[in-house]
């Protein structure tokens, strides 16, 4: 696999995406990406999703099933991927990989409206794929199965959410996550507006604030983690569903503090400073390969495709489109520079793709916790 060429192709991604922030004024639209092609698309929102049961097995497939490489030249159609703008590398990254791999006449398109606003469009039965930063909720299985829309839960990565602030905020390396909760609980609104109010040692600076809108699921897992309730936010901040724009408003302001998923922190590095966090035993520790997937950076969490199961029985070319993205030809992308996650084991990708083959319909999140293993007996 050409990993200069994901490169190649993240980077203009990027550079495409702050284009359209420095020339549309104010959010850009979601992007969608057919093929090596980029072309705006209208932006979504709110929730979605379904449930069921097993239905009977694929045939083995050892991953590969329909994507075998010498079957994709004779593949057509479209795929429409929308949801979390933090899988959104990942999925891109697929598309344009399984597009150089043979299935020239497939176009795959992918955008970013939220993992709310993405689950809304899947369960209306707009997209075959909706990328998700955190599990589907109750409210959104249920306007699935009112719409008879069965999906395939699918882990795909692991990742870690960032905190960072300006590069030459030098005062601060740590924060605790009771001082998180301190400066974003809704009750700070208007109240904790300087460093000095988090920590007396702290300059008596404003503190510039940027973050994930409502329909994020980066912001439905921090502030469940964070304030301890899903959606408990102060409002008064930059908020936005484009990762382009926080990295943007996060570098470029002093005394600045904010967050997304981790991958987009790995991209822009020079530009941001990241700070380690303490979840409440006195060690600070910064999120990477080892501490989110051995669980001791505290905001890990995993990362999802859901499937819409019946487009994945009938079609071809989805049914390849999805075996190549667990597939081992694929998985190592995913933790490349240019996308910046953290990957499953080899066993538990293997697990992974026997869901899919089963074609095992409904969740295995469990009164809201997540266990991989889960996924391995399916």
């Known amino acids: 696999m050409d990993r200069t060429f994901v490169g190649r192709w993240m980077s203009m991604v990027m550079v495409v995406a702050l284009l359209l922030v420095a020339c549309g004024g104010g959010e850009p639209a979601a992007t969608t990406v057919t093929g090596a092609d980029t072309e705006p698309t209208a932006d979504t929102a709110v929730d979605g999703a379904a449930g069921g049961e097993e239905t009977a097995p694929a045939e083995e497939t050892n991953g590969e099933g329909a994507g075998a490489a010498a079957d994709r030249g004779s593949l057509s159609g479209r795929i429409e991927i929308d949801g979390s ?13 399984f597009k150089a791999a043979g299935a020239e006449n497939v176009d795959v398109t992918v955008a970013s409206s939220g993992t709310g606003g993405g689950f809304e ?5 707009e997209t075959q794929v909706s990328n998700a930063s955190r599990p589907i909720k109750e409210d959104e299985i ?3 199965k009112k719409a008879g829309v069965e999906f395939i839960e699918l882990p795909v990565a692991l990742d870690g959410l960032a905190v960072m602030t300006n590069p030459e905020t030098e005062f601060v390396d740590c924060l605790t996550m009771a001082e998180l909760k301190k400066i974003w609980q809704p009750s700070a609104e208007g109240k904790v507006t300087k460093w000095n109010q988090v920590r007396k040692n702290f300059p008596d600076e404003e503190i510039a604030l940027f973050g994930p809108g409502e329909q994020s699921g980066t912001f439905d897992f ?12 102060r409002k008064d901040y930059t908020a936005s569903e484009d990762d382009n724009v926080l990295v943007q408003g996060i570098s470029g302001e002093a005394n600045s503090l904010g ?3 981790f991958s987009y922190y790995a991209q822009n590095q020079e530009a941001l400073k990241l700070l380690g966090v303490d979840g409440g035993d006195g ?10 997937n051995d669980g001791t950076y505290p905001l890990s969490r995993p990362l999802f495709i859901y499937v819409n199961a019946d487009d994945a029985k009938k079609q071809p070319a989805m049914e390849a489109f999805v075996n190549f993205y667990l ?12 996308v910046g996650y953290v990957e499953l084991t080899d066993q538990q990708y293997q697990g992974v793709r026997q869901r899919f083959e089963k074609r095992t319909k409904g969740t295995e999140i469990k009164n809201g916790e997540f266990n991989i293993e889960d996924y391995a007996g399916s």
């Open 85 to 97: 703008s933090t899988v959104l590398p990942i999925s891109e990254a697929a598309a344009q990989e």
């Open 142 to 144: 249920a306007a699935c």
């Open 259 to 261: 967050y997304f998923g």
């Open 283 to 292: 060690k600070c520790v910064k999120p990477s390969e080892k501490t989110v």
């Open 327 to 338: 597939s081992e030809e694929f998985t190592p992308v995913v933790a490349t520079p240019e």
């Open 222 to 233: 921090f502030t469940d983690e964070v304030a301890g309730e899903e959606g408990a936010s």
């Open 121 to 125: 469009r899947f369960c209306r039965g």
